[in-house]
């Protein structure tokens, strides 16, 4: 597609139950990033993946939260029991990143997000 | 871990005149520095960014700084229009980790 997508925009969910929000990067994005954003916060790191390896889990803030990217294109953020400490918008962001340095670019591209209210 | 601080929270100028954030970074072997702008129920889109190997990059009337050895830089805006209002991000990564940190953000409002 022409950006990001992620799905759903809008989700409310009680306490307790469990949430997945996808996420669908930039075709030919190899980086693709989960971030999470409260109100008047900036983007928090969640995870990194590069392919369909997680790169980087060390944002995750506990097991409740597990995220895979099982082909190295759509990837899944899922959250068990939820609880309303978890409600936030939850951002995905893809980038291209190419092993080399005359064919990087750092720049994320953000999709528009899933804002997940527990209630 | 990479710890990003942002100043000013808010922050209102004329029409015109320039606007300034500043952001320090902990980890001294962060080596780039992008700036988001994000508008109201908008998501963050990137404006400028810089790498460690320069100290000053413009782009038409947005400039950013860096000062590896205080380990801050800042986002400079001139002749301010109402158009650039909105929240503004700056982040710190180290390049091959990509794991970009963000600052607490900047609501900048620029009045007619």
């Known amino acids: 597609g022409a950006g990001v997508s992620q799905t759903p925009s809008n989700k409310v969910t009680e306490k307790g139950k469990y949430v997945e929000l996808r996420c669908d990067p930039i075709s030919g994005h190899t980086a693709l990033y989960w971030y999470r954003q409260s109100l008047g916060q900036g983007p928090e790191f969640l995870i990194y993946?590069?392919?369909?390896?997680?790169?980087?889990d060390s944002g995750l803030p506990n097991d409740r939260f597990f995220a895979v990217r099982p082909e190295g294109s759509v990837s899944t953020l899922k959250i068990q029991r939820t609880e309303r400490g978890d409600s936030a918008m939850y951002l995905c962001?893809?980038?291209?990143?190419?092993?080399?340095?005359?064919?990087?670019?750092?720049?994320?591209?953000f999709g528009e997000g899933s804002r997940l209210t527990v209630l | 871990g990479e710890n990003v601080e942002q100043h000013p929270s808010t922050l209102s100028v004329q029409e015109g005149d320039s606007a300034v954030i500043k952001c320090t970074y902990s980890d001294s072997a962060s080596n780039y520095f992008p700036w988001y702008k994000q508008e109201l129920g908008k998501r963050p889109q990137l404006i400028i960014d810089?790498?460690?190997?320069?100290g000053e990059k413009k782009d038409q009337r947005i400039a950013v700084t860096l000062n590896k050895t205080a380990k801050h830089f800042s986002l400079h805006i001139t002749e301010t229009q109402p158009e650039d209002s909105a929240v503004y991000f700056c982040a710190a990564s180290i390049w091959n980790t990509d794991k970009l940190i963000f600052g607490t953000g900047t609501r900048l409002q620029v009045f007619p």
């Open positions: 993946f590069q392919g369909t390896g997680a790169a980087d």
């Open positions: 810089i790498r460690s190997n320069v």
């Open positions: 962001a893809s980038s291209l990143k190419k092993l080399g340095p005359s064919v990087f670019t750092g720049e994320l591209f």
